[in-house]
Structure formats: C-alpha cells, structure tokens
C-alpha cells in the first residue's frame, strides 16, 4: 500500500503565476488535510476536504486560494497570483473516517521567486 | 483556540546523553497527542500517539507522558544517537478526525 503522494516535490512560480499542488490518499482513505509549514514554523492547519465536499476550510487564506478533492483523482490545492509569502512547504495527510490519526506525504516545497 | 507550545525551540546534546523534550497546550480538551519527527527537507513521521485516556506511551528509546489537565505532554530520548539529530513537533487532535494543531517543533542536534 503506498503512502501519501505529493507532486510535484518542487515548483518554482514567479510572483503572479499559479500553483497547482497535488495529493493522493493512501488507498481506502477518503479525508485529505493540507497544511502550510512556513520558514522556521511548525505546520498550520488549512483545509480538511472529505470527496466532493469541504468540512473545514478555517485555516485558508481568503483570497487567492482554493482546494478541492473531486470524486475521482487527487486532491488539488490551488495558489493563484503567487507572491513571496506564499513561499513554503506544503504538506497533505490522508486518513480513513474518523481515524485517531493521520498520515502525512513528503510535501511541496514552493519557492516563489 | 487551542495553542501548543514547544519548549526549547533548539537544543544541543552529546551523544548518549538522555534527554526531555516539552510540549504543553491550552485546551484540554484533546482526543489525542503525537510526537512525530521531520528529517530536513522531508515529510513527517508519527512516533508515538498517546489518548486522551492514556498517562503515556513507550516505542524502543522513545517515552512520551501525558498530563491532560495541566495541558501537558514530555518526550524523553533515552540515550541519545546522531541519528535522532531531526526536529521533533507535538501535535493535538480535537475530536477524531478533526485536524491536528502543532507546536513550533524542538530542533534536536546530537553530537558524536
């Protein structure tokens, strides 16, 4: 059974360009977490996506960014109109309903330049 | 809103010292705490999770303690090896499933 997937590993944007970050849940999961781990900080909490639904998206900026896990294929977070701050790694869990616990991928390092 | 805290923010050893690492909370009202450790440049891995319920958990050289109501949790290394050398973060669950609030993480340096 494979772990979490992230692609892609590294993306460079300029600022004003788009970010697509992609996460794939282990098999059988069906709850996706995105988190944001800025420079010298600990990760904070972003979305938390069931398929086709958004339960919690508290932690998401209110501008510029979105997320979605559709019925088939990844769950895709979206940066649009980057800029600097936007420079981070960022990190998807997948888990099963419910779970105590939660499994995270390697993460998306994004530098925007 | 709950705040998890992460004391020292660095810390320098040698190696085969036994070492503790602090992680206290505001809230609680938990279901669980994990210890996970983040090699540079790398994902996270889960090391320990302890329930609400639970005083603490063992794995190998690994112990972790927790004190719900005074809103804290230790993780002691016994013995330690350059190979521990990582950042350490504690995080707490809410409810099941709900997310997970970290702490700012202990940067660990163990030297030979």
């Known amino acids: 059974n494979a772990g979490v997937m992230q692609n892609p590993r590294h993306l460079v944007r300029r600022r004003g360009q788009e970010a697509r970050l992609r996460c794939s849940p282990m098999?059988?999961?069906?709850?996706v977490y995105w988190y944001r781990q800025l420079p010298e900080e600990g990760l904070k909490f972003m979305v938390y996506?069931?398929?086709?639904?958004?339960?919690?998206e508290s932690g998401m900026p209110k501008e510029r960014f979105s997320a979605e896990f559709p019925k088939e294929g990844p769950s895709i977070l979206r940066i649009q109109q980057v800029v600097r701050g936007d420079s981070a790694a960022y990190f998807c869990a997948s888990s099963p309903a419910g779970a105590e616990t939660q499994y995270f991928g390697p993460g998306t390092r994004l530098l925007v330049l | 809103k709950q705040e998890v805290t992460q004391i020292p923010a660095a810390l320098s050893v040698p190696e085969g010292e036994n070492l503790v690492l602090n992680c206290s909370f505001t809230d609680s009202a938990i279901y669980n705490l994990q210890w996970f450790r983040q090699d540079p440049g790398k994902g996270l891995t889960s090391l320990l999770l302890i329930q609400s319920s639970q005083r603490e958990q063992t794995s190998g050289r690994l112990n972790a303690s927790l004190d719900k109501s005074s809103g804290r949790s230790t993780l002691y290394i016994a013995a330690s090896q350059p190979g521990d050398s990582a950042t350490y973060l504690c995080?707490?669950?809410?409810?099941?499933?709900?997310?997970?609030?970290f702490g700012g993480g202990t940067r660990l340096m163990v030297k030979p």
């Open positions: 996506l069931q398929k086709e639904n958004i339960i919690d």
């Open positions: 995080a707490v669950m809410r409810n099941a499933g709900n997310m997970l609030t």
């Open positions: 098999k059988g999961h069906s709850h």
